[in-house]
């Protein structure tokens, strides 16, 4: 049997025995998911790191230390926003309205899992779908298959051991193009929650099922001249952000625009936290490695160290280089550094003005970035609230953009999967939740007599 048709039967089976399991999970107290919950999030704290060596060995992308802080993130900070949450059962009532709301699960889940995150969104997602009551199946990428296999393992066994059905948890040991279609398509599927590229999400949104999917992050960061005095702490954010986990998050900064008043300063920081500014010659050749045509990204480039990107773009840099700056005046395929990249590489563009780089931060959004997030440093409320006109679901405002937007730094729900709303083709700007997860049944009685409708709208 060649690969795609195994991958179909293993979709089938897996979609099958799903179901079955999340039958016999209907009706289980509230309390004791929550019990399975954190029991399963206890269970990868000791794991973490080693999970994370996993990821990186298998996809060649990110790094140990920054991969074991994002499993840590899904299984402490997820884990403990769920755990105040409400999803089954009675969600609220109102007496004056007649009106109670009741969660109840949506049933078989189709996770697919992004080759960037291949561990830490499994921990959120299986986390989020047996809160909500719902069986899981996780569709791994291709080259993140056997660290997916194990952190769902680790899960699943725990959520075993605390009464949950075997096949609740599950995860694609046999992963085609064709079968992660199937698994979606199919007819025990009752929602699919999609996070990878453009490609996958438009596969998941064609496969007739409900579908919770995010687009690409062409994140700008505005550095307003408001922040002056405050460079440093500005330039270290961005940096760190940027590099986490050799800048494989979708949420992190993609472009830096500066004021003219601290565009100078605020390079010379950067350079002191790590940043190194390519000369022309040398951004056009880490362009030309990074990316193979017009949207099109080289996948050997993705999560890739700055000393890695800049031997294969063929160009020195000093020791302990954390991030590669391109300086920039055009956005366009013209100059594709100016499009999102999931490595540590940053666009740089120093405004004419506040009103220009206000203008620049809005092209650079609308450019490969619709709905995604944008970062504004400023204590200018009046500039905060010109920015925040921009078309993205997130608008974090003197916090690094990956730690505000997934929910750390920011009250923000705490999330791997950050809505981009309808302006990227998305149904929703949210982070997603376990909220998203579940069915709201109204019971609602009577609150009129119903034959008053004749009086008021005539016979």
């Not at 992308?61 to 009675?90: E, Q």
């Not at 936290?273 to 080289?298: H, W």
């Not at 609308?366 to 200018?380: A, I, P, Y």
């Amino acid at each position: 049997m060649d690969a795609d048709l195994q991958s179909i039967a293993a979709a089938r089976r897996m979609a099958e025995r799903a179901f079955e399991a999340y039958k016999a999970f209907l009706g289980t107290d509230p309390a004791h998911v929550d019990a399975i919950v954190d029991a399963m999030a206890r269970a990868i704290e000791p794991e973490a790191e080693r999970l994370g060596q996993l990821a990186v060995d298998e996809t060649g992308y990110g790094n140990v230390p920054d991969k074991r802080v994002k499993n840590l993130f899904n299984a402490l900070s997820v884990a403990d926003y769920l755990r105040d949450v409400t999803t089954l059962g009675m969600l609220w009532r109102d007496d004056a309205t007649k009106i109670a709301a009741f969660g109840e699960p949506m049933g078989v889940v189709a996770a697919l899992i992004p080759v960037t995150n291949p561990t830490s969104t499994i921990i959120y997602k299986v986390l989020s779908a047996v809160k909500a009551g719902n069986a899981i199946v996780c569709a791994p990428h291709p080259r993140g298959v056997k660290c997916g296999m194990e952190t769902v393992a680790i899960m699943a066994r725990v959520a075993e051991q605390m009464g949950a059905p075997k096949g609740l948890i599950q995860c694609m040991d046999q992963v085609t193009i064709q079968g992660t279609a199937e698994l979606m398509r199919h007819r025990r599927t009752s929602v699919v929650m999609a996070t990878g590229g453009p490609a996958m999400v438009k596969a998941a949104y064609s496969s007739g099922k409900p579908t919770l999917a995010v687009g690409a992050g062409n994140v700008p960061c505005y550095v307003h001249k408001s922040k002056k005095h405050d460079l440093a702490e500005v330039a270290e954010m961005i940096v760190t952000s940027k590099c986490f986990d050799y800048g494989t998050a979708c949420v992190s900064e993609q472009a830096v625009i500066a004021d003219p008043e601290v565009a100078r300063d605020l390079r010379h920081e950067m350079k002191l936290k790590g940043a190194y500014f390519c000369t022309p010659a040398e951004a056009d050749r880490l362009g030309s490695v990074i990316f193979t045509g017009k949207q099109a990204m080289n996948a050997e480039r993705v999560g890739q160290s700055p000393q890695a990107l800049a031997d294969a773009a063929q160009f020195s840099i000093p020791p302990r280089t954390r991030c590669l700056v391109s300086e920039e005046t055009e956005i366009g395929w013209q100059r594709p550094l100016s499009a999102e990249k999931l490595n540590p590489v940053l666009a740089f563009y120093a405004a004419k003005s506040s009103e220009h780089g206000l203008e620049l931060s809005q092209q650079i959004a609308r450019f490969e970035g619709w709905g995604h997030s944008s970062v504004l440093h400023c204590d200018d409320p009046e500039i905060v609230a010109k920015f925040a006109t921009i078309p993205t679901g997130r608008v974090l405002v003197n916090t690094p953009a990956i730690m505000g937007g997934m929910g750390y730094s920011t009250d923000l729900e705490p999330s791997f999967m950050l809505g981009t709303g309808t302006w990227s083709g998305s149904i929703t700007s949210d982070n997603v939740t376990a909220l998203h997860l579940i069915n709201i049944k109204r019971v609602a009685y009577e609150s009129r007599p119903w034959r008053d409708i004749y009086k008021e709208y005539g016979a």
